[in-house]
């Protein structure tokens, strides 16, 4: 038998998003018996094309944010956990009979690696995952295979140590919205059950969809859309550096006509885009519609967005808070989370690594 009468407490793993804009960070903890709490935070930006479609550019550059990033958090702890972006992983569910043990399961999931990797085996790190039992009866089992390229990994744990981290989870993009997107399901009708909900990640370069039926995710795509593509509209208007008009966008702080000229039109194209993605969607599944809209990512918050998506889509939308339900410690402030919060989704997934059971 099992004794249970001190709860150990799980060590602090910070997670840790390195994405095309930024380097951000969450720790989260736990207030109460299930209950987490978001402790620290924080969002430090990187320069233009350190990152460039999820590869690490300027290796330096990336370190100094990060080193920067980890000392404005102030935590004890070095854990950590990382993504690959969803274009690094090779990712395919295969279904395996019942009852083989792990070395000849993974003996199978080579071979049907070799299959689906472009490249020599030797080059890519390989996992798996058991997804659960199938239902008819002597159940086939349900794998997910998960292959990636050694260096795409190997680059960012050398980011990691070089800002003296340690990586204890490396884990995907896709997974990790995933996981954050669990933690939110209870503020959706019926908390999720039996609908079928888009949770849409729009970021500077790409924009990812996730689509789950009964929270149980069905389909995942990416691609190349995002605010960037409003920042150079500023440029061009107003003949602005890049960085001038990533300034003026954040802060709202935009000449009269910005909003009917240059908003207006980005949020219709952005709403239009969704739709065909969904549309994309229901033509390629026997699912026939949407029937929610989580948007993410740091274009999420655009003033007029959700109406215009849920104008083009018939789907009820909202923009996504991964701390939602959460406690918040008195360090966070509560307005500045509120317009972070789209961008952390990754971050919030990674972090809650630290919960998982052991
Ligand atoms: N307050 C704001 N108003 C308007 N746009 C914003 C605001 N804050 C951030 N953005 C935009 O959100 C984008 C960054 O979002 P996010 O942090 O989700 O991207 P990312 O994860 O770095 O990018 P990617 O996922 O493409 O690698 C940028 O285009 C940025 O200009
Ligand atoms: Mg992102």
């Not at 086939?140 to 981290?165: H, M, N, P, T």
């Not at 996504?320 to 406690?327: E, L």
């Amino acid at each position: 038998m099992q004794f249970n009468l001190f709860k150990i407490k799980t060590p602090p793993l910070v997670g840790v998003d390195i994405s095309s804009t930024a380097v951000k960070l969450v720790e989260l903890g736990e207030a109460a018996r299930g209950r987490y709490s978001i402790e620290r935070y924080v969002i430090e930006n990187l320069p233009k094309d350190a990152v460039v479609e999820g590869n690490i550019a300027n290796m330096d550059e990336v370190v100094d944010a990060l080193k920067l990033a980890w000392s404005q958090l102030g935590t004890r702890s070095r854990h950590i956990a990382m993504a690959l972006p969803s274009a690094s992983v090779i990712s395919k569910k295969i279904t395996l009979p019942a009852g083989l043990s792990e070395d000849e399961m993974e003996t199978q999931v080579q071979a049907e690696a070799n299959q689906v990797v472009p490249f020599s085996l030797d080059e890519v790190n390989l996992d798996f995952q058991v997804l659960g039992q199938g239902a008819s009866p002597g159940g086939d089992v349900e794998v997910l295979l998960v292959a990636s390229r050694k260096e795409k990994i190997e680059d960012r744990v050398a980011a990691a140590e070089a800002a003296g981290l340690k990586v204890l989870v490396m884990d995907t993009e896709s997974n990790a919205s995933q996981t954050a997107f669990e933690g939110m399901v209870h503020v959706l009708p019926d908390s999720g059950r039996g609908q079928t909900v888009a949770l849409i990640d729009i970021g500077a370069t790409t924009m990812h969809i996730l689509v789950f039926v009964d929270n149980v995710m069905v389909y995942s795509r990416e691609q190349s859309f995002g605010g960037n593509q409003l920042t150079q509209e500023i440029q061009r208007r107003y003949g602005m550096t890049y960085e001038e008009a990533e300034k003026l966008k954040r802060k709202g702080e935009m000449p009269d006509r910005y909003g009917l000229e240059i908003l207006q039109p980005f949020t219709e194209t952005l709403a239009l885009e969704i739709g065909r993605a969904l549309q994309m969607f229901v033509a390629s599944t026997s699912w026939t519609k949407v029937d929610y809209i989580v948007l993410a990512g740091g274009t999420a918050i655009l003033p007029g967005l959700d109406e215009a998506v849920a104008g083009r889509t018939e789907a009820s939308t909202m923009v996504a808070n991964p701390f939602a339900g959460m406690a918040r410690s008195e360090r966070v402030a509560a307005d500045r989370l509120a317009m972070d919060a789209p961008a952390l989704l990754v971050a919030c997934g990674l972090a809650m690594r630290r919960f998982d059971s052991l």
